[in-house]
C-alpha cells in the first residue's frame, strides 16, 4: 500500500508474516503515466527489502475501490486524484482563526459524495466560536460531526474513524496538523500559525501521508491520509445528476421531472418542488441539497464566511 509519495518515488508499507516493512520504489516504464497515488495497492518487483538505499518497482496497480478527485478549477478538465481506496472524508473546519469558509466544506463534502466516501465534518477551536452557528448549516444534510479541541480527549473522533480508511482535508491553519499529531502519537506533523493580516494559515503539510491509528482495548484502529492545507476544490469532473444519488430519499422524489431537470432552484416542474408541497420532503433539506448543487458551480472558494 502506497503511504505517501515524494518526486517520483513511492513508499510502500508491505505486510510480511504479519511484520510491516516501508520499501521505497519507482514506476516501471509501462505504467506509462498511469498515476500512482496514496492509498493505492500495487505490485512490487526487485529489492523489497527496504534497505536503506534499496529501490523497488512499481508494475501492477489494483483496481481502486474509490478514488477522491478535485481539478485546479471548474474550468480546468485534467482531474488530479488526491487519494485512492479510501473509506471516509473528513473535512476538518475552525470554528474561528480562521474564520470558517463554507463553500470549501460544500464542495468537499460534493466531491465525496460523488467518490462514494462518507463524509465527516469535524469542527475545531469551539473554545473560540458555537460550533451550532456552523452545525445548522449542515444538520439538515444529515452530515455527521465531531467536535475536538486541542488539548482534550479526542474519543469521539476516534471512534468514527475505527477501521476505516480516513482522508483529512482542510484549510490551512485549521488545526489539522495538531489533530493527525494527537491520533497518532509521534506523527510529528508540523504545526503552523494564522496570519493575523491575511486570516490564512501557512501550509505545513507538503504531501500527502497515509498513518496507522494505534490501536487500544477498545478501538482497532484505522489509517488516516492527512492532506496539505487545500484553498480551493475545483469540481469539474463532478456531473450534477450524480449528486443526487447520494440521496436516495430526493432521488425517489425525481422520478417525475421532466427528461434533463437539473434538480436546481426556480427549474419548472422539478419533482422536489412538488414533494415540498406535497409534504413528502422538508423545504429545509432541498434547499440544503441545491446549495451543494450551486457550489459547484461557484468558481472561488476562498473568501471567509462572515458571522
Not at 49 to 68: K, M, N, P, Y
Not at 158 to 187: D, F, Q, W
Not at 199 to 205: A, C, I, K, N
Request: glycine share 10%; net charge negative; proline share 6%.
Amino acid at each position: 500500500m502506497v503511504v505517501t509519495v515524494d518526486r517520483g518515488r513511492y513508499t510502500c508499507l508491505v505486510e510480511d508474516d504479519g511484520e510491516d516493512r516501508l520499501v521505497t520504489a519507482m514506476k516501471s516504464r509501462p505504467l506509462g503515466r498511469k498515476g500512482v497515488v496514496v492509498g493505492d495497492r500495487v505490485r512490487l518487483v526487485g529489492d523489497v527489502s527496504g534497505d536503506e538505499g534499496s529501490l523497488a518497482r512499481i508494475v501492477e496497480v489494483e483496481e481502486r475501490r474509490t478514488v477522491l478527485r478535485r481539478t485546479a478549477d471548474d474550468d480546468d478538465p485534467v482531474e488530479r486524484v488526491i487519494v485512492a481506496n479510501a473509506d471516509q472524508l473528513v473535512v476538518v473546519a475552525a470554528l474561528a482563526d480562521p474564520e470558517p469558509r463554507p463553500r470549501l466544506i460544500d464542495r468537499a463534502l460534493v466531491a465525496a459524495y460523488d467518490a462514494g466516501l462518507e463524509p465527516l465534518l469535524c469542527l475545531t477551536k469551539p473554545d473560540l466560536a458555537d460550533p451550532e452557528t456552523l452545525l445548522a448549516v449542515y444538520r439538515p444534510l444529515g452530515v455527521p460531526y465531531v467536535v475536538t479541541e486541542k488539548g482534550r480527549e479526542l474519543a469521539d473522533i476516534r471512534e468514527r474513524l475505527e477501521g476505516r480508511i480516513s482522508v483529512l482535508i482542510g484549510h490551512s491553519g485549521v488545526g489539522k496538523s495538531t489533530l493527525v499529531n494527537g491520533l497518532v502519537p509521534g506523527a510529528d506533523r508540523a504545526i503552523g500559525v494564522v496570519n493575523a493580516v491575511t486570516g490564512r494559515g501557512r501550509h505545513t503539510s507538503t504531501s500527502a501521508l497515509m498513518l496507522r491509528l494505534p490501536e487500544t482495548d477498545t478501538l482497532r484502529g484505522g489509517w488516516i491520509i492527512d492532506t496539505p492545507g487545500i484553498r480551493s476544490f475545483g469540481l469539474a469532473h463532478v456531473q450534477p445528476g450524480h449528486l443526487i444519488e447520494a440521496f436516495p430519499d430526493l432521488a425517489a422524489l425525481t422520478d417525475v421531472c421532466p427528461r434533463g431537470c437539473t434538480h436546481g432552484e426556480g427549474v419548472p416542474e422539478c419533482g422536489l418542488d412538488e414533494a415540498v408541497a406535497d409534504g413528502r420532503t422538508e423545504q429545509a433539506r432541498v434547499d440544503s441539497f441545491r446549495r451543494l448543487l450551486a457550489s459547484r458551480e461557484k468558481a472561488e472558494d476562498d473568501q471567509p464566511s462572515q458571522h
